[in-house]
């Protein structure tokens, strides 16, 4: 029997689905993907360095901050710039909010249809308006952050090497902290029905892997670690994976010693979960969810944390920069740098995972060669194995229904996000 | 009133200007109530056939399959609307038709072992179907998508004005870039962005195409005093507007 599924909706970018079943086995489960080859990496070679975060933002317009801001982080690594650590706040910030407004689309709009039969976010709002607004305003405030700093919410203008072109409107940022209240109690409120969904029963454990510190649940700096392998520098662990081609779609798997691992939330929760803000923390202890978690779909649940936890942290971090900026002027910000021939890797925890950008450069700041690998990359091979135990071992009535597989094989590819866009860079 | 009925569909691209219009939220909901948005793969699972009042095409023909799904849009459809730079002017995947190493060896850079992978030349929407409006930008501007669905109610296709970016961006009282010397593409770059990029000091890379009546040379001249004009026009390569820029003025 196959299962083949043309276009799956809700999800970032185009692919489809392809299983096989044969005498009760799963003899195949592919995710196919549908975009034409974009060659980003090979888009950069010659061009600037500043060059780079403005064409790799336009990897993905969901999640164009992280492309931007880790792509500046490579090349500072590279050229030895130690940003200040007010710009690290203010990046920082930029990441809670797409993460925020990543989420909250991806959990409202793209995956709780699945639970409520209905067939879009549009038509799901329509039927909640109250709920709709509530998380329209949550996803807006993500936005807005994005836009008060980066002066735009998608491909922002503002980020560069070494800084910032122009710094936000601290009035603007006032208000945004006076904000957190009501969109705290809309993301419990988001977390509260995600979790009262009834998520289906799966379990398969794997590699989690995801950036850790000393400090927070989400480090700007830190080791890439894996709860299967010691952790390891960015630059030490994309030597470690390997990205496998597929011969007819322009996707790759990347994998650790042959094996498929996870990143993103569920990584991240089932890595740092002890570092969680405290109210994020507090709604995780009372959900009772063992960790580490083996359930791909309690990925939703992660990320339904991790928007109270980011709130939580806009918070501190809005403080601390208000409080710091004073008399503090752009120049004082800045750093003052020269390219050289160098290389450089750049990693940080994007919506979906971790990312990273690694730049070599010539003297005059041209780009040499680049890699770029993104979570969706990383986490393709996971999922097409969860995809095989899920099918074989979900509950299901004596008869196969068609329809009944491919609504169940969409419902884990929508728990994962992935984004396709990114995965064909 | 009936609703028109309203495709919005992608070919390669990042999707971003799909995003632009599902981040107006609430306002969204507004658009909703006169175009009805059939056929908005991202938020729905819902599969749709037209015919269609509208389709906004966003991204860039890089597949046969984009090529085929963009031919049959232009016969499913009345208006047919590129929505953002990739279906304007090429977009970002249009930086490979300038590069000396060649598409060829782009590809086997990034993808040792392909196969049968297309990997044409990049040209706009325009180049393969008749195209009736656009909504340019990289993103587009999400209000001027709502103003073109208010005009799209009245019956018009709305065009907007040739002016150029440096007339928006002196209303804002920013100051000029140009001027401090860098290689600012405002002038000869159509406006109705609210020139966005120079007001957050941050050059316009003339995303939203050329007016009609640019004035390149002069801009070389200009910007020529700081940096070689091979270099400047790299900057254009980034958008795709570098062959629109260097075509000579039409009536």
């Known amino acids: 029997m196959r299962i083949v599924i043309d276009h799956i909706a809700r999800i970032e970018g185009h692919a489809g689905f392809i299983g096989k079943i044969v005498n009760g086995k799963i003899a195949e489960a592919k995710i196919e993907t549908q975009e034409g080859a974009r060659l980003f990496e090979s888009l950069l070679i010659g061009r600037h360095y500043f060059d780079a975060p403005v064409i790799t933002a336009r990897i993905c317009g969901v999640c164009p901050v992280i492309h931007m801001l880790t792509s500046i982080k490579a090349i500072e690594n590279a050229f030895g710039i130690d940003p200040h650590p007010l710009t690290v706040t203010l990046r920082q910030l930029m990441l809670a909010g797409q993460t925020i407004q990543s989420h909250t689309l991806h959990l409202y709009f793209l995956v709780l249809a699945d639970y409520f039969n209905a067939d879009s976010g549009i038509e799901f709002a329509q039927k909640y308006p109250e709920d709709a607004k509530e998380f329209l305003a949550l996803r807006d405030f993500g936005n807005r952050i994005v836009e008060i700093i980066g002066g735009r919410t998608i491909h922002p203008l503002t980020p560069k090497t070494g800084g910032f072109t122009k710094l936000p409107d601290t009035k603007k940022l006032a208000k945004l902290s006076a904000e957190i209240p009501q969109n705290m109690a809309a993301a419990k409120k988001l977390l509260n029905i995600i979790s009262n969904v009834p998520l289906p029963e799966f379990s398969r454990s794997t590699n989690y892997v995801a950036m850790r510190d000393n400090i927070g649940y989400l480090p700007y700096e830190g080791l890439i670690c894996s709860t299967q392998n010691h952790s390891m520098s960015a630059e030490k662990f994309i030597k470690t994976i390997r990205e496998t081609e597929t011969i007819h779609t322009p996707s790759k798997r990347a994998k650790i010693h042959s094996k498929g691992y996870l990143v993103g939330a569920l990584s991240r929760i089932n890595l740092n979960s002890k570092k969680l803000n405290q109210e994020a923390a507090i709604e995780l202890k009372k959900l009772n969810v063992t960790i580490p978690c083996f359930n791909s779909f309690y990925n939703n649940i992660a990320q339904a944390i991790e928007i109270i936890h980011l709130i939580e942290e806009a918070k501190v971090l809005l403080d601390e920069y208000l409080s710091e900026i004073n008399d503090l002027g752009i120049n004082e910000i800045n750093n003052q740098f020269k390219p050289k021939t160098s290389y450089g890797v750049g990693a940080l925890e994007a919506p979906r995972g971790t990312l990273f950008h690694a730049y070599k450069f010539n003297r005059e700041g041209l780009i040499v060669s680049t890699n770029i690998i993104t979570p969706t990359v990383q986490s393709i091979a996971n999922l097409e194995e969860d995809l095989k135990v899920w099918l074989k071992t979900r509950e299901r009535g004596s008869q196969i229904n068609i329809e009944e597989e491919k609504k169940a094989v969409m419902k884990l590819i929508r728990a994962y996000d992935p984004c396709i866009t990114c995965a064909t860079h | ?251």
């Open chain 2, 1 to 251: 009133m009936p609703k028109l009925k309203t495709a919005i569909i992608s070919l390669t691209c990042c999707e971003g200007c799909q995003f632009a219009i599902l981040d107006l939220g609430a306002k969204l909901l507004k658009v909703a109530e006169f175009l009805d948005l059939d056929n908005f793969r991202l938020g729905s699972s819902h599969k749709s056939t037209g015919p269609y009042d509208v389709i906004f095409m966003e991204g860039t023909p890089i597949t046969d399959e984009n090529i085929s799904v963009l031919i049959k849009a232009r016969k499913q459809t009345k208006i047919l609307v590129a929505l953002g730079a990739c279906a304007d002017l090429g977009g970002v995947a249009e930086i490979k038709n300038y590069s000396k190493i060649g598409r060829g060896k782009m590809m086997s850079y990034v993808y040792k072992n392909i196969e049968g992978i297309n990997n044409p030349k990049i040209k706009p929407i325009s180049a393969y179907v008749k195209v009736d409006g656009k909504i340019p930008g990289c993103p587009i501007d999400k209000d001027e998508f709502v103003r073109f669905a208010q005009e799209l109610i009245a019956g018009k296709i709305y065009k907007i004005p040739d002016i150029p970016v440096c007339y928006e961006c002196q209303l804002k009282e920013n100051n000029c870039l140009l001027q401090e010397g860098k290689p600012c593409f405002g002038p000869v770059t159509l406006g109705g962005c609210g020139a966005i990029c120079p007001s957050n000091n941050f050059i316009c890379e003339a995303c939203r195409g050329p007016i009609r009546e640019k004035n390149l040379p002069s801009l070389k001249k200009i910007i020529g005093k700081r940096l070689s004009a091979k270099e400047m026009m790299k900057i254009a390569e980034i958008h795709g507007v570098k062959d629109e820029l260097e075509r000579t003025n039409q009536d």
